[in-house]
């Protein structure tokens, strides 16, 4: 009996060793997270239940044995993350400090991503590739910028810091700094906080090729009606 209870009791050591371990390597991760969303009550909340964070602890790991060159261990543990947690981060994608995955479901990032430091990324966001040679094929997103839900930033391109890429977007080309981007394919609406269409509301991020299909029907209207 006494060797059960001293063998649950180092059990129980090792436990929360391991939980403050993660609480000190990854506090500014936990902070963004709590920064970031509302629904976050507490530090021990994010910790214990946010799989974002979970999936970047797993990809810290697995990105350390993909550069010691193990590379079917680096992405068994990384398969392993994306059954526990929905979320596919390859093990050879870099990413900065601050990174907060918000629900996180369906969230890809590709082997050559490179991630800078602060950055946002919502549900089902893809960080893929658009071609099949080797090398660098996939995104480069630069430091505090925010990928909306559903975003698809496709091939070799770079996103500047301070950007944001608004829900279901598609991205195909470089986006300068301080951009506003939304639409498929992605549409720069606004840039170095001055709007690119000045129609656009200042609240919203809208689509300037749907703003002017609706602007195209309203004046079809107009001329049916003094037909």
Known sequence: ???????????????????????????????????????AKGFLEVLFLYQGLHALIAHRIAHALYKMHFFFLARYLSQLSRWATGIEIHPGAKIGRSFFIDHGMGVVIGETAIIGDNVLLYQGVSLGGTSLEK???????????????????????????????????????????????????????????????????????????????????????????KG
């Open 1 to 39: 009996m006494a060797l059960l209870v001293n063998i649950l009791l180092i059990l129980l050591g090792l436990f929360l060793l391991k939980i403050i371990l993660i609480a000190l390597f990854f506090f500014k991760e936990i902070r963004a997270a709590q920064k970031r969303d509302p629904a």
């Open 135 to 225: 090398g660098k094929r996939h995104p480069t997103i630069g430091n505090n910028v925010v990928i909306g839900a559903g975003a698809k930033v496709l091939g070799n391109i770079t996103v500047g810091d301070d950007s944001y890429i608004g829900a279901n977007a598609v991205v195909i080309q470089d986006v300068p700094p301080n951009s506003t981007v939304v639409g498929v394919p992605g549409r720069i609406t606004k840039q170095d906080g001055k709007k690119i269409e000045t129609s656009l509301d200042h609240i919203h991020t809208l689509d300037p090729i749907k703003q002017s299909v609706d602007e195209l029907e309203k004046r079809i209207k107009n001329l049916e009606n």
